[in-house]
């Protein structure tokens, strides 16, 4: 019985080694050589269930490793909450494992190598939105450390996986075929594709004529509430802002102020002080007309003049319960109201007006994970900005993980990124992916620099997922006209 199993830690093994290509390691080469090792031994599976099987165990793998920061949430109160944490760990990656389980079931009739291609590719779309979605981890952040992640401002991040697997696939069945000489061909189209990535990211970063000041204060997240400490805090905010040069915008983390909006005259009052006239980004709850909680960025630029962009999405389990209707009718009512803390969603993408010729895309934390949200504005920022707070996340993987993905989305949509997080890492990003600057984690500080030019629109950012659906459907007419490319 137990021989029956072991055959799967092999599939495990290969998802972990296919999880270090993620920040802080970066090694993107064994990732690389996971996905070629994954599929030699995939097509030793001719069994639809096997195939399947397979699949789950490589996400298996895969999401223990790269989701290991999920238990960092659980550490905070560690005496009331860390138990949960092994628990958390496990079920998450079961749950993301399940969605590459199902999908190359779904596809195992076309053979073990496209199950393996197809299913992971549309399961990591099909992540990306239900119950609003968890695309993080995606296959394609495996490569953003590399000239191969430039190729993201083309296919876009599910568009990426579809080629990166689809490349692997294809060279080892020439070489099965000893088919050399396009097998050559196809190297030399890699090696061309590798070179401009190379090009791309290495290219010299211009900027604007505009500044901004990121500020860091460094409250770790079990202090940050607290009645003592959260005004020590706001005080390191705001001496940075008066230590401040003259600056365009001047940026504080998610959170930042510890009184809700609709209560905090005094601490607004001190922020117009400081700030002298130039207008400052900061994070805030709020209540809203109809007594809703809300989780804002709020743009202060003086004589009380604000501009206000709600969260429009929340962490599941963390920031609202979701089904919390369907629960109710299942009579759990008494968790659904012990749930009182829920936020409610804002409206959707937004563009913020600092002055007319500087306009920035919000988002705040969790939203920077959803490539989509970056193409729903009704016209293109000049940059994208995001106020976080990675307190949650430790000290290893999570926060850095976290930037990557902001990398990404800078690659894909050709704009700078600035991010302003609690306890770092705190950056700005040039538009392809190039950190300019940055302050490390769990470090007290501000960082003052120039705004990075945007790229023109890429492929990407006009073509959206479409590029992800036309890949899909044109494999799919090339395994129906020929049958051998598995």
């Known amino acids: 019985m137990i021989s029956k199993y072991v055959v799967y830690l092999k599939p495990v093994s290969f998802g972990a080694f296919l999880s270090l290509g993620h920040a802080p390691l970066n090694l993107w080469f064994l990732s690389l050589a996971a996905i070629f090792l994954s599929i030699l031994e995939i097509a030793k599976q001719r069994d639809r269930s096997k195939i399947a099987l397979f699949t789950f165990f490589l996400g298996m793998g ?3 490793l790269t989701l290991n920061w999920i238990v960092e949430p659980f550490f905070v109160d560690f005496i009331s909450h860390a138990w949960i944490a092994p628990f958390a760990i496990f079920f998450i990656s079961i749950v993301m494992s399940l969605f590459w389980y199902i999908f190359s079931l779904i596809f195992a009739p076309l053979g073990a190598r496209w199950a393996l291609l197809m299913g992971v590719a549309t399961a990591e779309y099909f992540r990306s939105f239900f119950l609003t979605g968890f695309p993080w981890g995606t296959i394609a952040s495996l490569f953003v450390s590399s000239p191969l992640g430039q190729l993201l401002a083309i296919f876009g991040p599910f568009g990426f996986g579809v080629f990166i697997f689809t490349i692997a696939i ?7 075929a000893k ?3 396009a097998t050559l061909i196809v190297m030399l189209f890699l090696s061309s594709l590798f070179f401009w990535g190379w090009q791309r990211q290495n290219q010299l970063v211009q900027f604007t004529d505009k500044t901004i000041l990121l500020v860091q204060p460094n409250a770790p997240q079990i202090e940050k509430w607290d009645e003592k400490l959260a005004p020590v805090f706001f005080d390191r905010m705001i001496k940075a802002t008066l230590e401040a040069n003259k600056v365009d915008l001047i940026v504080w983390p998610e959170s930042a102020i510890y ?15 400081a700030s002298a006239g130039v ?4 994070g805030a709850l709020r209540f809203d007309e109809n007594e809703n909680l809300r989780n804002s960025l709020i743009l202060q630029k003086g004589d009380d003049k604000q501009l206000i962009y709600d969260k429009s999405i929340l962490v599941p389990f963390g920031e609202y319960l979701p089904v919390s209707s369907v629960l109710s009718n299942l009579g759990l009512r008494a968790l659904v109201n012990s749930y009182g803390s829920s936020f409610t969603q804002g409206h959707g993408a937004d563009l913020i007006e600092v002055e007319p010729d500087l306009r920035f895309q919000p988002l705040i934390c969790y939203e920077a994970i959803f490539p989509s949200i970056l193409r729903a504005t009704s016209s293109r920022p000049d940059f994208i900005l995001q106020i976080t707070n990675d307190a949650w996340f430790g000290r290893f993987s999570g926060p850095y993980q976290h930037l990557q993905i902001l990398k990404m989305r800078a690659i894909e949509t050709g704009l700078p990124v600035a991010r302003s997080a609690n306890t770092g890492i705190s950056a700005v990003i040039s538009a392809n992916g190039t950190i300019v600057d940055s302050l490390p984690l769990e470090t007290e500080g501000s960082l003052e620099l120039g705004l990075p030019k945007a790229f023109q629109p890429t492929i990407y950012y006009n073509w959206g997922e479409s590029i992800f659906y036309i890949m899909i459907l044109s494999l799919l007419l090339v395994h129906i006209i020929n049958k051998r490319y598995y």
Do not use: M, T, W
């Not at 294809?170 to 099965?176: A, D, G, M, S």
């Not at 809700?260 to 117009?272: M, V």
């Open 62 to 64: 895969y999401f223990i």
């Open 170 to 176: 294809y060279l080892i069945y020439l070489i099965e």
């Open 179 to 181: 088919n050399f000489s």
């Open 259 to 273: 009184q809700p909006l609709n209560f905090a005259d005094e601490l607004l009052g001190a922020i117009d002080k």
């Open 279 to 282: 207008p400052v980004a900061f």
